[in-house]
């Protein structure tokens, strides 16, 4: 945006650069959690027993954001990291944080925010695994929030991105594609998916 790339360091950081010079205009180490909520921190045992020249890596759930891109939109930018649980808008000229939205409050009717669908003009939107949030881009004020049907895929892929098309959110679904309009007016709208037969062309 403006002649500046946005890009994830993959070591905790966002960075700006100059698309045409490829000077570095700023980098910022985000916050992973909510800095106003402390938590206490356990002494950390090491047994000697455990260590060994060999170490096995295992993949585990993803605790907090599922893979997003970045969004820009109007000078902002959105941050949803793996490895933290604030959903983060940051200046694009500065790094500045404007706000930041805990994504895994117990307290947010909705649950756990998990994926990032995309912006309109005036809001972003995200997924948790039950509800479509609206969330306003100037401030953070989360807005509304819409309750889509039961997913019964696997939680740990979850429903997908979804997008914004014109004036709709369009998110995936079990075997359909639901759409609500941007202002969470009520009315989510389902539209079912055709079914493939092995021998039939999907794409016409």
């Given at each position: 945006?403006?002649?500046?790339?946005?890009?994830?360091?993959?070591?905790?950081?966002?960075?700006?650069i100059?698309?045409?010079?490829?000077?570095?205009?700023?980098?910022?180490?985000?916050?992973r959690?909510?800095?106003?909520?402390?938590?206490a921190?356990?002494?950390?045992?090491v047994?000697?027993?455990?260590?060994?020249?060999?170490?096995d890596?295992?993949?585990?759930?993803?605790?907090?954001f599922l893979?997003?891109?970045l969004?820009?939109?109007?000078?902002f930018v959105?941050?949803?990291?793996c490895?933290?649980?604030?959903?983060?808008?940051l200046?694009?000229g500065?790094?500045?944080l404007?706000?930041?939205?805990?994504?895994?409050?117990h307290?947010?009717?909705?649950?756990r925010?998990?994926?990032?669908?995309?912006?309109?003009?005036?809001?972003?939107?995200?997924l948790?695994?039950?509800?479509?949030?609206a969330i306003g881009?100037a401030?953070?004020?989360?807005?509304?929030?819409?309750?889509?049907p039961?997913?019964?895929?696997?939680?740990?892929?979850?429903r997908?991105?979804?997008?914004v098309?014109?004036?709709?959110?369009?998110?995936?679904?079990?075997?359909?594609?639901?759409?609500?309009?941007?202002?969470g007016?009520?009315?989510l709208?389902?539209?079912?998916?055709?079914?493939?037969?092995?021998?039939?062309e999907?794409l016409?």
């Amino acid at each position: 945006q403006g002649g500046i790339a946005l890009v994830a360091t993959n070591a905790g950081c966002v960075a700006a650069i100059d698309a045409f010079l490829g000077e570095l205009r700023w980098v910022r180490r985000y916050e992973r959690i909510d800095p106003l909520r402390h938590r206490a921190r356990g002494k950390r045992r090491v047994d000697s027993d455990s260590m060994a020249s060999q170490v096995d890596f295992a993949q585990g759930e993803l605790t907090s954001f599922l893979p997003n891109d970045l969004l820009i939109r109007d000078g902002f930018v959105l941050v949803a990291p793996c490895d933290g649980e604030l959903l983060l808008c940051l200046d694009v000229g500065t790094g500045q944080l404007l706000w930041y939205v805990d994504a895994s409050t117990h307290y947010a009717p909705y649950g756990r925010l998990t994926t990032l669908v995309g912006t309109s003009g005036e809001d972003v939107f995200a997924l948790s695994q039950t509800h479509l949030v609206a969330i306003g881009l100037a401030g953070g004020l989360v807005k509304w929030a819409v309750e889509l049907p039961t997913w019964n895929g696997n939680p740990l892929i979850g429903r997908g991105r979804g997008v914004v098309v014109g004036d709709h959110v369009v998110v995936p679904g079990q075997r359909e594609l639901l759409v609500c309009h941007v202002s969470g007016q009520p009315g989510l709208r389902r539209l079912p998916l055709p079914t493939f037969g092995a021998s039939r062309e999907p794409l016409p």
